[in-house]
């Protein structure tokens, strides 16, 4: 629950270039067009480049993209829920490919941790 506009919410989540301001774990990030489907993004976390791409966006409501990075790719999604005390934020992530086959508990323990983490962390840039 994120006690913020929907749009603030939302402003944070698309501005990927602004993406090291609020979320730690990333350390660089770069958009290469429009927030649409189709567009591209590179951005370094953890000492690795990944280059996502937009899946689906639909403003303020969801949205997902796919990346991949050294032997794993991801699907990420977001859910933007409207209440009456504020905004619900859901985001997900899924692995697959050689790494995660190969260090399961690793990926997922990497997930556990992250996930939570970059919740807070919009959290406390959203309510700012």
Same mark, same amino acid.
């Given at each position: 629950?994120?006690?913020?506009?929907?749009?603030? %919410?939302?402003?944070? *989540? *698309? &501005?990927? &270039?602004?993406?090291?301001?609020?979320?730690?774990? %990333?350390?660089?990030?770069?958009?290469?067009? @429009?927030?649409?489907?189709?567009?591209?993004? &590179?951005?370094?976390?953890?000492?690795?480049?990944?280059?996502? /791409?937009? !899946?689906?966006? %639909?403003?303020?409501? !969801?949205?997902? +993209? /796919?990346?991949?990075?050294?032997?794993?790719?991801?699907? !990420?999604?977001?859910?933007?829920?409207?209440?009456?005390?504020?905004? %619900? *934020? /859901?985001? @997900?992530?899924?692995?697959?490919? +050689?790494?995660?086959?190969?260090?399961?508990?690793?990926?997922?323990?990497?997930?556990?941790?992250?996930?939570? @983490?970059?919740? @807070?962390?919009?959290?406390?840039?959203?309510? &700012?």
């Amino acid at each position: 629950m994120i006690d913020a506009p929907v749009e603030k %919410v939302w402003g944070l *989540v *698309v &501005d990927i &270039d602004r993406w090291p301001r609020w979320n730690t774990s %990333v350390e660089k990030a770069y958009l290469k067009g @429009a927030i649409a489907k189709g567009s591209v993004f &590179d951005w370094k976390s953890g000492g690795f480049w990944i280059r996502s /791409t937009f !899946h689906d966006v %639909v403003p303020m409501e !969801h949205l997902s +993209w /796919t990346g991949q990075t050294l032997g794993t790719r991801a699907l !990420h999604s977001w859910e933007f829920t409207l209440t009456e005390k504020g905004v %619900v *934020v /859901t985001t @997900a992530e899924t692995f697959n490919g +050689w790494m995660p086959t190969l260090m399961p508990r690793i990926m997922q323990k990497k997930l556990d941790d992250t996930l939570p @983490a970059l919740l @807070a962390s919009l959290k406390i840039a959203a309510e &700012d």
